[in-house]
């Protein structure tokens, strides 16, 4: 199936002239996430809250089909929670990990997850360890093989890091962790959207994904999946009258499924909205949406490699929409500013975001532009020419 990109293009709420290589900052909503929330806010304004979550129970409920139909789960295993952190620290702080306990994780970890796992060092004495990477920048398999024992008690992996296009080979990893019953937790904030996510084929226990990137949701939503078979075991880190029911005095019981990981308030319009966004990316097709956006990023990358003074940073065998590289030795927040002074958003992202691959590689600061399947190859070209003028401007 390929995209419609005229209708695509219908849908954008922004200006279709604005240049947006910043999806993996925070994405454009289609005009229907948009609308969603707006008309329940609407209804919130004119009903009162609890009136108006009453009235869209329904749509609501829904909106854990659609992410169950997005990552191939069931509904109950599914928490839709404030953004991707609460649900990625919602599984791990309530991992029971003792003093003496491993956990394995990549290279390109995500900074929070890495602080987390610092923190469990050294409140636990838990041991944290790199896998290595493998010559292309991946987590190499083999590698994690040889380091597996009984003290490993976590595999966290990283699916799509923040920079550098890598896309871990997280189902080769999960073989490993399902073979010797490790926990394994996938952070999938960054390729929700753009990847096909199958949490059997994964083989992950669980997985958070945020609405804002690439499902090109409301920012403020995310979500945890928790399969099935480890949710019995995971007490959450913490708990309120939502995840659990005060049975008596001195007991509570905890909610059977994933949403003993929610808590009892809820932004109504921004959960409804990561709906209508997991529809959205349903009804275009992921495998569609991910080959158009590994064309244009491929392309991007192509075209950039050719500019003078630019060094395109890229790595891993299979690569997804992110696209990272610096300009000579000139400061990447300064680049960044710059584009998006000439219209085009991207970021900045310095070595203490992914400190251990950035200081393995030598990185520089790094400008990281990220597309997605609604831009164009004529953006690719007007963003390479500014580009190109800047890095000759000094
Ligand atoms: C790999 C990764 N994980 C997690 C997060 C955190 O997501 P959120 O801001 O939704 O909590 C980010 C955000 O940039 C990320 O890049």
């Known amino acids: 199936m390929t995209l419609d990109k005229q209708a695509i293009t219908a849908d954008l709420v922004a200006d279709p002239e604005l240049i947006h290589f910043d999806n993996a900052g925070a994405s454009l909503m289609p005009r229907s996430v948009l609308e969603t929330q707006i008309s329940h806010l609407q209804l919130e304004a004119e009903l009162g809250g609890y009136r108006a979550e009453a009235e869209r129970m329904p749509a609501i409920e829904a909106v854990y089909d659609s992410i169950a139909a997005l990552i191939n789960c069931h509904r109950d295993e599914v928490a839709v929670v404030e953004n991707a952190t609460v649900g990625w620290m919602m599984a791990f702080y309530a991992l029971p990990l003792e003093s003496g306990d491993r956990i394995l994780t990549a290279e390109a970890e995500y900074a929070s997850n890495y602080l987390a796992y610092l923190q469990m060092a050294k409140q636990r004495g838990v041991v944290v360890e790199t896998i290595p990477s493998t010559a292309d920048g991946e987590v190499d398999v083999d590698a994690l093989r040889g380091m597996i024992d009984t003290r490993v008690k976590l595999i966290a992996i990283t699916h799509v890091p923040t ?84 049975t008596g005095p001195d007991s509570y019981e905890l909610r059977a499924d994933a949403r003993r990981f929610e808590n009892w308030e809820n932004n109504y319009a921004a959960k409804l909205g990561l709906g209508a966004a997991v529809d959205y990316a349903l009804a275009l097709g992921i495998p569609a949406i991910e080959s158009e956006v590994t064309r244009l990023a491929a392309k991007l990358r192509d075209r950039l490699a050719g500019v003078d003074g630019v060094t395109v940073h890229d790595i891993g065998r299979r690569r997804c929409g992110i696209v990272t590289f610096s300009v000579g030795g000139r400061d990447a927040d300064e680049i960044s500013r710059r584009l998006r002074q000439n219209e085009f958003p991207t970021s900045g992202s310095g070595p203490s975001s992914t400190l251990i691959d950035a200081t393995r590689r030598g990185l520089p600061g790094l400008v990281r532009s990220s597309v997605h399947y609604f831009n164009r190859d004529d953006e690719i070209d007007r963003f390479v020419e500014t580009l190109g003028s800047i890095a000759g401007n000094g």
């Open 163 to 246: 920079n550098g296009g890598l896309v871990n080979p997280v189902e080769d990893i999960g073989a490993v962790a399902r073979e010797h019953g490790i926990f394994y937790l996938v952070d999938a904030c960054q390729s929700a959207g753009q990847i096909d996510l199958d949490v059997d084929k994964i083989q992950c226990d669980a997985l958070s994904a945020t609405g804002r990137k690439y499902l090109r949701g409301p920012r403020g939503s995310g979500f945890l999946y928790v399969r099935r078979r480890a949710l019995v075991d995971l007490h959450p880190p913490v708990v309120d009258l939502f995840s659990a029911t005060w």
